[in-house]
C-alpha cells in the first residue's frame, strides 16, 4: 500500500478534484504562444508556417505527457526518484558522445533521437528529472541531518555534479537555473542556515569571475548592463526587443502586423516571443500574460503548501520553483533586468522539449491537487 492509500485510510488525506484552475492558465498561454508563433508565418526569416505546426504538435504531446504525469501516484516517483538522478547524469554526458550530442549555437545541448529522427534539449528533461530526484534526496535526510556542516557540504557536492555538466556545454544560464532550483529545495527542506546564506551572498562574486573569464560572456554582461552603447552589436538583440515593446504601446499594432519579427529581432518564436507579443497586442496583452504565470504560480503553491507527505511538499516545490525561475529569467532576459540567457518562456515560447518537459510539471502538480488535507492535525505526519 503506497502512501496516498494509506494517508486517505487514516484520514491525512481526501481525494479531491485537480485544481482546473492551474490547468486553464497554462491552456490560455499556450493558445497566445500559438497566436503569435501563427503571426510568424508572414516572417520568412523565422520559418513561418512550419514553426507553428511543430508548436501545435508538441502542445498536443505536451498535453499527453501531462496527462500521463498526472495518472501516476507519488509512491511511482518515490521509487524511481534515485533512477531520476542517475537518468539525469547521463543525459547530461551524452551531448559530450560524439554522433549523439548536437553542436550548435556554440554549445552541445541537444541530443539526437535515434530512429525517430529529430533532438531535444537535455536541460529541459534534467531539470524535471533532477526535481523528482531531489525530492527524494532530501527528504530522506532529517532536518537535523541537512542543517548540519556534514550535511551542507555533502549537499552541495550533490547538486554541483549535473550543473557542472550543464556548464561545460556551455549553457551558464541553465547551470544558475539547475542550481538555483535544487538549492532552493535543500533550505526548504530545513538545510544549514548560515552556510545557505555565506553561498548565496558568494554567488554574485563567483558569477562574476565565471563571467570575466571567458570575453563573450563578458561581451554578452556588458551588452545587458548598457545595451545602447552598441545598439548595432552586442546589444542589437535586447535593443530590438525594446522597440518591440515600445511600438506596441499600450493596445499593440495589430496580430501579424510585427516589424521587429522580420529579421530585426533574434530568436524572436523563442526567447523574445514576449517582445513580439507586445508589440502586436500591446502592453494589456502582456500584463494579461504576467497575471496567468502569477495565478498559476499562486494555485500551485497552495497546492504546494497543503502537502502533509515531505516527499510530496519536495517535489512539488521543486517543480513551482523550477517553473518560477524559468519564467523569471526569461522575463527579466527580455527586458533588460538579467543578462540574456536563452532560456524559453514556460508554455509561450517555441520549442518541443521545453513545452513537452513544462506540460510534465503541470501533470505532477494536477496529481498533487487532488491530495487534500485531512482532519488531522498539521504535525501529525503520516504512518
Same mark, same amino acid.
Given at each position: ?5 494509506? &494517508? ?31 503571426? *510568424? ?6 520559418? @513561418? ?15 499527453? &505527457? ?23 547524469? *547521463? ?23 535515434? *530512429? ?5 534539449? #537535455? ?8 526535481? #523528482?530526484?531531489? &525530492? ?130 533574434? &530568436? ?49 516545490? @521543486? ?42 510539471? #503541470? ?21
Amino acid at each position: 500500500m503506497d502512501f496516498e492509500e494509506r &494517508a486517505v485510510e487514516t484520514g491525512a488525506l481526501r481525494h479531491i478534484r485537480p485544481d482546473f484552475l492551474m490547468w486553464a492558465c497554462v491552456l490560455a498561454l499556450c493558445l497566445m504562444g500559438l497566436v503569435v508563433l501563427y503571426g *510568424l508565418s508572414a516572417s520568412p526569416g523565422e520559418g @513561418g508556417q512550419p514553426l507553428f505546426r511543430k508548436q501545435v504538435r508538441s502542445v498536443l504531446v505536451g498535453f499527453l &505527457a501531462m496527462f500521463f504525469f498526472y495518472s501516476l501516484e507519488m509512491e511511482v516517483w518515490r521509487r524511481v526518484a534515485r533512477a531520476c538522478g542517475v537518468l539525469a547524469l *547521463l543525459l547530461g554526458l551524452s551531448v559530450f558522445v560524439p554522433g549523439l550530442g548536437l553542436y550548435h549555437g556554440g554549445s552541445y545541448r541537444w541530443i539526437r533521437i535515434p *530512429l525517430v529522427g529529430g533532438s531535444f534539449q #537535455v536541460l529541459d528533461v534534467m531539470s524535471l528529472l533532477l526535481s #523528482v530526484h531531489f &525530492a527524494r534526496y532530501f527528504s530522506d535526510r532529517s532536518e537535523g541531518e541537512l542543517a548540519s556542516w556534514e550535511g551542507f557540504w555533502a549537499s552541495v557536492k550533490a547538486i554541483s555534479l549535473p550543473v557542472l555538466l550543464v556548464f561545460l556545454q556551455p549553457d551558464l544560464g541553465g547551470a544558475v537555473w539547475l542550481g538555483a532550483t535544487a538549492f532552493s529545495l535543500y533550505v526548504l527542506a530545513g538545510g544549514n542556515l548560515l552556510g545557505s546564506l555565506s553561498l548565496i551572498a558568494l554567488s554574485p562574486l563567483l558569477l562574476g569571475l565565471v563571467i570575466w573569464a571567458k570575453p563573450y560572456r563578458f561581451r554578452r554582461f556588458m551588452s545587458f548592463w548598457d545595451p545602447w552603447s552598441d545598439p548595432g552589436g552586442s546589444g542589437f538583440q535586447l535593443v530590438q526587443g525594446l522597440l518591440a515593446y515600445a511600438m506596441g504601446g499600450l493596445w499593440g499594432v495589430g496580430l501579424g502586423q510585427s516589424k521587429q519579427k522580420f529579421y530585426y529581432l533574434p &530568436a524572436a518564436h523563442t526567447d523574445f516571443i514576449l517582445a513580439v507579443l507586445g508589440e502586436e497586442m500591446g502592453l494589456l496583452a502582456v500584463s494579461f500574460v504576467l497575471f496567468l504565470y502569477f495565478v498559476l504560480f499562486v494555485r500551485a503553491s497552495l497546492v504546494v503548501l497543503r502537502q502533509r507527505d515531505r516527499f510530496a511538499f519536495l517535489l512539488g516545490a @521543486g517543480l513551482v520553483v523550477s517553473l518560477v525561475f524559468q519564467t523569471l529569467i526569461n522575463l527579466g532576459g527580455v527586458t533588460a533586468l538579467f543578462p540574456l540567457t536563452g532560456l524559453p518562456l514556460p508554455f509561450l515560447s517555441y520549442g518541443g522539449s521545453s513545452m513537452v518537459t513544462s506540460f510534465a510539471k #503541470v501533470g505532477l502538480l494536477l496529481r498533487l491537487s487532488t491530495l487534500g488535507a485531512g482532519d488531522r492535525p498539521a504535525g501529525g505526519g503520516l504512518p
